[in-house]
Each structure stands twice: as structure tokens, then as C-alpha cells.
């Protein structure tokens, strides 16, 4: 394996560690407004963080060729993109299925 290869792993790992880190404190915001008693509002923070974990996962499946370094930008894409992952898979399988 390459240098080159190893480097882009370490940029998905910490752009999906840092989406996750980020994704905590919206959960437990949304899970203090949406739940009334102790079981609903861990079942909104897991089913959020769920979903974020789910989605740094596919992206870095998406992203694992891209030529991307560790900048804001990667920073803030993957933020973004593990929140909206469904789309982004929608988007790659049609492609991949057009060629």
C-alpha cells in the first residue's frame, strides 16, 4: 500500500471523527427538546448519532479514491454530508450504474 493511499484513509478518519464529534451536542440538543421522559430522549440522541455514524460510514465508502487533503473545506463537506448521506448514495450508485 502507498504512502499516498494511507493518507487519504487518515483524511477520511478524521473528517468522519470530526462529523461524529459534531453531530453530539445537536443530538443531545434535539433529543432535550423532542423527549419528554428519559427513554425518548436517548432514543432521539442514538437514533441521531445512528444516523451520523451511518452517514460517515457511507461517505467514506463514496470518498475512499477521492484525491482530497485535510483542509476547512473537506472539513465542512464531510460535516455536511454525513447528514445528508441518502442523497449523496443516490447520486454515486446512479452514476456508477450509468457507466
Excluded: C, H
Amino acid at each position: 500500500m502507498s504512502l499516498k493511499q494511507n493518507n487519504q484513509i487518515g483524511s477520511n478518519l478524521i473528517g468522519g471523527a470530526t462529523a461524529v464529534l459534531l453531530a453530539i451536542p445537536v443530538a443531545a440538543f434535539f433529543g432535550s427538546i423532542f423527549g419528554d421522559t428519559y427513554q425518548a430522549r436517548s432514543t432521539v440522541y442514538i437514533l441521531i448519532l445512528a444516523w451520523v455514524v451511518a452517514g460517515a460510514f457511507a461517505i467514506g465508502y463514496v470518498s475512499k479514491k477521492a484525491p482530497e487533503k485535510t483542509t476547512s473545506r473537506f472539513f465542512f463537506l464531510w460535516v455536511i454530508s454525513t447528514w445528508l448521506w441518502p442523497l449523496l448514495l443516490l447520486v454515486y450508485f446512479s452514476k456508477r450504474k450509468q457507466k
